[in-house]
């Protein structure tokens, strides 16, 4: 049995891990509309589950899932974000190696 002290992963969700997602989100009265999700898994179960395009979550209620839930924010923020370059201020650009 997983516990919290277990390692957790943060992924896309796949389509294997449709039924467990939807599941998930049935145990939680949640609606996640679409297919891109970020999934939080312990112990090889989906504890929780962000959809990325309306920021809608499912998490399981008989557990500590919090912590997942604020890490699948992150995640989703951090894939938000333009790529491109990064702007380095003037003051910092002396102190980087050429």
């Known amino acids: 049995m997983a516990t919290e002290l277990d390692p957790m ?4 969700a796949g389509a294997i891990d449709a039924r467990a997602v939807s599941q998930l989100a049935e145990l939680d009265g949640a609606h ?12 090889g179960s989906i504890v929780a589950a962000l959809a990325l395009s309306t920021g809608a979550v499912a998490a399981d209620p008989f557990r500590r899932t919090t912590c997942a839930v604020d890490l ?8 938000d974000r333009p790529r491109g370059r990064v702007r380095i201020p003037r003051a910092l650009r002396g102190a980087l190696p050429v």
């Open 32 to 43: 996640l509309p679409d297919r891109e999700v970020l999934v939080a898994e312990i112990g």
């Open 72 to 79: 699948l924010r992150l995640r989703a923020r951090q894939l």
């Open 9 to 12: 992963t943060i992924r896309y």
